[in-house]
């Protein structure tokens, strides 16, 4: 079946510093992938999102491309802030397009 | 206020028992959604119900009952909990499934003693 695979955390980072949080997956068809957050006591929000192959999406300074051969969709932020601080959770839809499934995310902790 | 609301946002109950989640949302969403999140699972989709009286089982949902007869709510009940059933619940709702943003409940924390 469909699955995410996403690096372990805790990361840990100082204010500024560049991020990259790797997302690979496995799937049939050509899924869309997404990058959801999850601030403390929270439910999850969408962050951004790609819908083919070679498509980056993008969203508050955080980026993400969308790569077939790789099979990949890593989270990078050319600098980040303490309030980036929180769990990210990489994820695919079904061929349906009707479910998501979750990776296991990834806790980020940005200290001043 | 248009969003979507949990609750309780806290329950504690006992192994054996009944208990019923709540999960109510404002904006007519085609699709609603239920999680559970646990240490080193992620989140892992119980049911999901694509319009009213119409629903599908996730990766999870073994214990779980689901029904949904309006739009706007979905409740989840766990018939007979267990204590492997002590999760963090969250519901989400989306107008046209995986293909549009999933918005999301600020979740239930459940405890089965």
């Known amino acids: 079946g469909d699955s995410v695979t996403q690096m372990e955390g805790p990361v840990t980072l100082s204010e500024e510093a560049f991020l990259t949080i790797n997302c690979t997956y496995t799937a049939t068809g050509y899924p869309s992938l997404f990058w959801y957050v999850q601030y403390p006591g929270e439910g999850l929000q969408l962050l951004l999102k790609a819908t083919k192959a070679d498509d980056k999406g993008s969203n508050k300074g955080f980026e993400a491309t969308y790569r077939k051969e790789t099979t990949s969709f890593h989270l990078e932020k050319g600098s980040v802030q303490v309030s980036d601080s929180a769990v990210y959770f990489c994820?695919?839809?079904?061929?349906?397009?009707?479910?998501?499934?979750f990776g296991k995310g990834t806790m980020l902790l940005v200290s001043p | 206020d248009a969003g979507i609301t949990q609750s309780p946002r806290y329950k504690i109950t006992e192994t054996g028992r009944q208990v019923t989640l709540m999960c109510h949302q404002t904006?007519?969403?085609?699709?609603m959604f239920w999680y559970r999140q646990d240490l080193g699972h992620g989140l892992r989709l119980i049911y999901y119900?694509?319009?009213?009286?119409?629903?599908d089982k996730g990766e999870v949902p073994d214990g779980y009952v689901v029904s949904r007869s309006k739009t706007e709510n979905f409740p989840l009940t766990l018939e007979s909990a267990t204590r492997s059933q002590t999760s963090v619940y969250f519901c989400?709702?989306?107008?046209?499934?995986?293909?549009?943003?999933?918005?999301f409940g600020n979740g239930t924390r459940l405890t089965v003693t």
């Open positions: 119900s694509a319009a009213a009286d119409i629903t």
């Open positions: 904006w007519s969403h085609s699709y």
């Open positions: 989400a709702s989306s107008e046209v499934g995986a293909s549009s943003p999933l918005h």
């Open positions: 994820a695919l839809s079904d061929q349906g397009y009707s479910t998501l499934t």
